[in-house]
């Protein structure tokens, strides 16, 4: 019964769950895979999944305190599903920490590669860094223009999403081929 005392409450589960719901199914949309060039893959999938995180937290990173508290949240469900996903994949105990590590590198490399081009709309800076990202031992990666696209459009869309969606978890990502 004392234990109750320590436990964390977190008020936001539902909140968290449903957000980070929303999130992951954009990312699985069909199209991006088989018009937009990111190979479904499992290193495409944490590309796709990168983007739809990414976006979203621009967007809660100008938001009041409740929507950066649920952002941390969903940052760290996002981590945990990357932790649950690699043990999947059938990777040992000792080896998830360095691949943990790796995949987080590469999510906050990209947060930053991304960040200049959409700041400044450029859809060409944005899918070179997509380009680079996605393909990175490719010489002749497809363009990515479609994607940057999708992004730079995604990004303005957000910006019009309310703080209170934010804070009930509502926020939605704009269809890709729409």
Do not use: C
Not at 31 to 38: A, E, G, K, M, R
């Amino acid at each position: 019964m004392i234990f109750r005392l320590f436990k964390k409450k977190n008020h936001n589960r539902a909140i968290v769950d449903r957000q980070y719901a929303a999130l992951t199914s954009a990312a699985r949309i069909p199209f991006f895979y088989s018009d937009l060039d990111v190979p479904d893959t499992v290193m495409g999938r944490f590309e796709m999944l990168s983007i739809v995180m990414i976006l979203f937290f621009r967007r809660t990173a100008r938001s009041e305190a409740s929507g950066q508290e649920l952002a941390q949240e969903i940052v760290d469900a996002f981590f945990q599903d990357i932790d649950h996903s690699i043990r999947e994949l059938g990777i040992g105990d000792q080896g998830v920490p360095k691949r943990m590590k790796r995949l987080a590198g590469m999510f906050y490399g990209r947060l930053e590669s991304y960040a200049a081009a959409l700041e400044a709309g450029d859809t060409e800076k944005l899918a070179d860094a997509l380009r680079r990202n996605i393909y990175p031992e490719t010489a002749d990666a497809p363009a990515m223009l479609g994607l940057a696209g999708w992004m730079i459009a995604t990004e303005a869309a957000l910006a019009g999403v309310s703080e209170d969606e934010i804070s009930r978890g509502q926020a939605v990502l704009p269809l890709p081929g729409k």
